[in-house]
């Protein structure tokens, strides 16, 4: 089983709706979870974080996280053109300090 | 200033040569990490250092040789470079990874030909 999980996609929606992105873990010992948005060409950008189940809130985006489903995802509402990208899900593995496990990324495609 | 810096950009050479990529970071973060982005985007640990010591050393060909002569700086060098060690090698660095997350250099693309 791969430790993180993400469908590549690519997911397209139309400018202003709402941006469903999902991420499993494998290893119940991960404590940390990480969004990071790259664009083309570019190197990985952290936009969100997120330690405790629930949900957390930073402008247009939206972390969830439920350890018991080993699940978290990100929203990202009233989507642009320019949040077209791919988003990549990172996990602190057995709840290292020092290692992030990436997933294989969701591409976006916002449509004007 | 730039963050986390990587030199050079862009590399092309030809199989079974030798080449070194660098990578420096004013941050004052502790810890560097070498990561390999293959052409479908996946990011894969290769190497980190803490204080410039190796913390993690995943299953890389040893042809794949790290050095950190100082917390701020973590440079690669690739020996008898082989077709697929072409993609875009990402240098991060991080105080506390499961606080904070990595902050990554720009990338170096790699093209063995």
């Known amino acids: 089983q791969k430790e993180v999980e993400q469908n590549s996609g690519p997911l397209s929606v139309p400018e202003g709706a709402i941006a469903s992105l999902n991420c499993t873990y494998s290893?119940?010992?991960?404590?940390?979870f990480f969004w990071y948005r790259q664009y083309s060409g570019k190197s990985p950008e952290l936009i969100m974080s997120?330690?405790?189940?629930g949900d957390k809130e930073d402008g247009r985006f939206t972390a969830q996280l439920n350890k018991a489903s080993q699940y978290v995802s990100l929203l990202i509402r009233d989507s642009q053109p320019s949040d077209s990208a791919t988003y990549l899900c990172?996990?602190?593995?057995?709840?290292?300090?020092?290692?992030?496990?990436f997933g294989k990324g969701t591409l976006l495609t916002v449509n004007p | 200033d730039t963050a986390v810096s990587q030199t050079p950009k862009y590399l092309v050479t030809q199989m079974g040569n030798d080449k070194s990529i660098k990578c420096e970071q004013n941050?004052?973060?502790?810890?560097m990490y070498w990561y390999k982005q293959d052409s479908k985007k996946f990011l894969k640990i290769m190497f980190s250092?803490?204080?410039?010591?190796?913390?993690i050393n995943e299953t890389v060909p040893n042809r794949f040789s790290p050095k950190s002569p100082d917390k701020a700086h973590l440079n690669l060098h690739i020996n008898s470079l082989e077709l697929g060690d072409s993609a875009v090698y990402f240098c991060?660095?991080?105080?506390?990874?499961?606080?904070?997350?990595?902050?990554f250099g720009s990338g170096t693309r790699l093209t063995v030909v």
């Open positions: 991060a660095s991080s105080h506390s990874a499961a606080v904070s997350g990595y902050t």
């Open positions: 290893d119940r010992g991960s404590q940390s």
């Open positions: 997120i330690y405790s189940n």
């Open positions: 990172a996990v602190n593995s057995g709840g290292s300090n020092y290692k992030l496990t």
């Open positions: 941050l004052g973060h502790d810890t």
């Open positions: 250092y803490n204080n410039k010591e190796l913390i």
